[in-house]
């Protein structure tokens, strides 16, 4: 059993910068890949990041591609979403998830949630 739970949402100015945290209990972390989803009011959860095991692959949605930035400290048991130059269109709900695959961008393919933050990004 995996628990996750974010931190570090919050208002903030297009073009500002928030990072994201994700602290996960249990002893393997390190044998789940990691990931970040974010719905947004009336829309459906979709992906955002996601990063393998050892942190040494990631992806991303491409809307994303060149300002949001996946982390992860294994000693830690800590995922980050680094976020700069933010939009208005990235105002979500924002969750962390766990999946026993090595890496993975489908919803479906995730075990364990977190209970989500809000990023708001006003114009």
């Known amino acids: 059993q995996v628990q996750l739970v974010e931190s570090g949402g919050g208002l903030v100015q297009a073009g500002g910068s928030l990072r994201l945290s994700c602290a996960a209990s249990?002893?393997?972390?390190?044998?789940?890949?990691m990931g970040w989803f974010r719905q947004a009011p009336g829309k459906e959860r979709e992906f955002v990041a996601a990063?393998?095991?050892?942190?040494?692959?990631?992806y991303y949605t491409d809307s994303v591609k060149g300002r949001f930035t996946i982390s992860r400290d294994n000693a830690k048991n800590t995922v980050y979403l680094q976020m700069n130059s933010l939009k208005p269109e990235d105002t979500a709900v924002y969750y962390c998830?766990?999946?026993?695959?090595?890496?993975?961008?489908?919803?479906?393919?995730?075990?364990?949630w977190g209970q989500g933050t809000q990023v708001t990004v006003s114009s």
């Open positions: 990063i393998s095991w050892s942190g040494g692959t990631t």
């Open positions: 998830a766990a999946s026993r695959d090595y890496i993975t961008t489908s919803s479906s393919r995730y075990d364990y």
């Open positions: 249990g002893p393997t972390f390190t044998r789940y890949g």
